[in-house]
């Protein structure tokens, strides 16, 4: 597995902009009964072991890339693994990569369930990052009911922490995301009221940008969790595209449900000038920022690959159905429209990541060919597309 990219999927290829990760350990302590991270990591541990090499990898990668006059990707903190378990205080890798970062004015968007930012010196770390707009912080729960959360995750911060700690940094008007990561349908925000009730949340906690990720299970585990939950069936579709040898199909919250519901945050949401956006849904028509991951916080110099969500902004922006095979001279229309990356850009960067960044673009415009798939991962694009 790359080091530092995300593996090149029907799914993640085609929707993903942060597809650069920083993984500080091995496992998760969290132990959320909907867990994604049992699908990829092979024999995991029951322990959180330091991954001490990712720090010298990624400081080698923002050298050169520096030194190259690059503009810098942002990389994710972290994909699977929460990046801010209770052993960081012990081998303190997360604040090593934190430490690069800042020497090297380096963004990143962290990703986490965890309160251990707000204790020292990690949130040292993090508020000097703030200082030079290089982060952008998403925090993650589900549930705004705290028993539910201490039944889906039994080991992470209590919900109230959590919203005390995101609290705190809204307050100071910081680049802030709210993952309702996983959506569950019935337990997360549901009808008009919860979703109201959740956007007054989100504008007293300052929260800039809302991400919304459906539930993705494996099938067989369904029905024994709703049954925990204590509620009522859930509607779901496959959530593989394709069988995949060794590993279970996996289910996801229906796109008709979707459909029905996600319009809600985005109407509420809008109210308040809080941004919305599906995680790898492709409900492209809700969306209303820039991009899904919440970069567009960043005030700092980047740039993003580009991904579907651009190519749906270019043809209804400038009322022009897209060709397919997409020309190449299009996807470099539409990523300097957007200032994306794409093409020969891509190998200016250091090869620890650039090789796996073109395969991803391979696959982002493989799929694009391919209706069936573009139906299943991103149905708001199909109307913009002339076969």
């Known amino acids: 597995m790359p080091e530092l990219v995300i593996n090149v999927t029907n799914i993640i290829s085609p929707l993903c902009y942060t597809i ?10 969290f132990k959320c009964i909907y ?11 029951l322990f959180p072991f330091p991954r001490p090499k990712v720090v010298g990898i990624f400081k080698d990668f923002v050298r050169k890339t520096r030194r ?34 800042l020497d090297y004015e380096y963004p990143i968007i962290i990703n986490t369930k965890s309160i251990f930012y707000t204790h020292n010196p990690i949130k040292e770390f993090i508020v000097k990052l703030l200082d030079k707009d290089l982060v952008v912080i998403q925090i993650s729960i589900s549930v705004l009911n705290s028993k539910l959360s ?11 922490q959590r919203l005390n700690a995101i609290r705190d940094l809204g307050s100071t008007d910081i680049p802030l995301a709210l993952r309702l990561s996983p959506y569950i349908p019935y337990m997360s925000p549901t009808n008009e009221n919860e979703v109201k009730e959740f956007t007054y949340l989100c504008r007293d906690l300052g929260v800039k940008h809302v991400i919304v990720e459906g539930l993705r299970i494996e099938g067989n585990k369904l029905e024994d969790v709703v049954k925990v939950l204590g509620i009522q069936k859930i509607d779901v579709d496959k959530y593989n ?21 996600y319009p809600l ?13 599906t995680c790898k849904e492709g409900l492209f028509r809700l969306h209303t920022s820039p991009d899904c991951c919440g970069a567009f916080l960043l005030k700092e110099s980047y740039i993003l690959r580009v991904t ?24 470099k229309n539409i990523c300097l429209q957007y200032s994306r990356l794409c093409q020969d850009m891509l190998t200016a960067y250091p090869k620890v990541i650039s090789k796996m960044l073109k395969y991803h673009e391979k696959k982002l415009l493989k799929v694009l060919q391919k209706i069936e798939t573009l139906q299943h991962i991103a149905p708001h694009i199909i109307d913009k597309i002339n076969a």
């Open 35 to 45: 867990c994604y991270s049992k699908w990829y990591i092979r024999n995991p541990t």
């Open 68 to 101: 190259r006059g690059l503009k810098p990707i942002p990389f994710r903190l972290s994909t699977l693994i929460d990046p801010f378990p209770p052993v960081e205080q012990l081998y303190r890798i997360t604040e090593k990569i934190l430490r690069v970062a």
């Open 150 to 160: 201490e039944i889906l995750e039994p080991r992470a911060p209590p919900l109230n």
């Open 20 to 29: 650069l990760k920083l993984e500080p350990y091995t496992v998760c302590p």
């Open 241 to 261: 595209i394709r069988e995949i040898k060794g590993m279970k199909p996996v289910v996801r919250v229906s796109t008709q449900f979707k459909e029905n519901i």
């Open 265 to 277: 945050f985005t109407q509420e949401l809008n109210k308040y000038r809080i941004t919305f956006a």
């Open 308 to 331: 579907l969500y651009d190519i749906y902004r270019y043809s209804t922006e400038n009322s022009q159905k897209i060709s397919i095979p997409l020309s190449i001279d299009m996807l």
